[in-house]
């Protein structure tokens, strides 16, 4: 156990990759095993996270402090700084006491992750507590191998962009980029297959749902997903 001179335990965010098992760093794996702590994100609905099912093919959670963690999923910010206070002080507990936390998530840890916004918070509300991240292998990366898309070469220009209801912003992306990869796609899906229709880019993209995970679903041609619904954890990679 990792521990200050003020005897707090340290907070590590730990990327545990997209959603295949194997694809974790042997850091990330020593951490979890280490620390007596693991916090793993909790779905208000129930069913266990991507991340928590990674954990529990590596390590036996029966010896662990199990923390399961609900998040805010609001733009109102006082909302946001009472929950996510909330959530710290849940963490709190076991760090005063010098116990490290293992906070899994999917992905890396510092690339549209939770993490970001708990490591903010535990460094304003509790100074003293070491907060350290370990590197993960993001969706992103993960849906480049799975589709044999090399995202950047030499010069090349890759973004990764939120996709939003933003017609002029998903254009101009495309635009300046050699690549782009829209993450959060589901939702304005429609949208971003007519900008690349109207750009002549249609059958340069490709969507990855739940990348690398037992239930991925890649679709080659993007035009046949006109009008379909997809879950939250998709993704589109287009390569100009």
Known sequence: MTTTAATTGTLYGIGVGPGDPELITVKALRLMQECPVIAYPKKRMGGKSYALEIVELHIDTAGKDMLGLVFPMTKD????DREWSRTVS?????????????????GDPNLYSTFIHMARYMRELHPEVPVLSVPGISSVLGAAARLGIPLADGDEQVAIIPARNDRQAMRKAIEDHDAVVFIKVAKVLDLIIDLLEEMELADKASVVMKVTSPGELI???VREL??????YLTLMAVKK
């Open 77 to 80: 910010q006082d909302t946001l």
């Open 226 to 231: 006109k009008g379909r619904e997809l879950e």
């Open 219 to 221: 679709w080659r041609n």
């Open 90 to 106: 849940l963490c709190w507990e076991h760090l005063k006491e010098g116990s490290d936390i293992a906070f899994v998530t999917e």
